[in-house]
Every structure is written in C-alpha cells, then in structure tokens.
C-alpha cells in the first residue's frame, strides 16, 4: 500500500516562497512509471494540476504556473517537494501530493495540506 504524506508551513507571507515536501512510504519514487504530482484546490474552486516530476526525473509544469513552479525529489529520502515562489494571497489552497499512472490515472494520495497566505 503506497502512502503519501505532505508536509510544510501552513502560513506562508507574500512574496515568499512556498516549499512543501511530500514523502512517499510503500512504493519507490523512482519506479512505477508515475508521474508524482502537485495539485492544489483554492477554497470554493476546483482541483489545479501545478506539476509532476516522472519516476525518471523528468518535470512537468502547469502552463500558468511554470515560471514559479520548481518540482525536485530526494530518491534517499524517497520524497519529492514543490517550491512555488513569488506567493499571493490567491496561492492559499489545500495542496496536495498524488501519484498519477498516466492512462490509468492517479491512485493514490495524500490527505492534503492548508497553506495559506497571508501578513
């Protein structure tokens, strides 16, 4: 049974970087063909794919959010963490890590972080 847990501030100040690491029990990042994702949900808005980092160490960004998105891993620590940089208020979201099988789609995922952003 693979697990995901995400981790990291839950209060982020504008203009700073959010960093949020998900680690990864059961399974190794580095196999599966997944692609280990990060999708965030804004209150009352839906489900936003922000990137994924493929078990090859290939990355994959969001369109609208490349230009602050930097998706590493940790394949000691089997975990693979997201850094959104430049925050606004309009980043606050429940942010969650989740492997994605490609055709076969996501499988597993973790419970979901609040990180909000505020002074």
């Known amino acids: 049974q693979v697990q995901l847990q995400e981790s990291g501030p839950g209060l982020v100040k504008p203009s700073q970087t959010l960093s949020l690491t998900c680690t990864v029990s059961?399974?190794?990042?580095?196999?599966?063909?997944?692609?280990w994702s990060w999708i965030r949900q804004p209150p009352g808005k839906g489900l936003e794919w922000m990137g994924a980092?493929?078990?090859?160490?290939?990355?994959y960004y969001s369109p609208s959010l490349k230009s602050r998105t930097s998706i590493s891993r940790d394949t000691s620590k089997n975990q693979f963490t997201l850094q959104l940089s430049s925050v606004t208020p309009e980043d606050t979201a429940v942010y969650y890590c989740a492997r994605d099988l490609g055709l076969e789609g996501y499988d597993y995922w973790g419970q979901g972080t609040q990180v909000t952003v505020s002074s």
């Open positions: 980092i493929h078990y090859s160490g290939s990355t």
């Open positions: 059961g399974g190794s990042i580095t196999t599966n063909y997944a692609y």
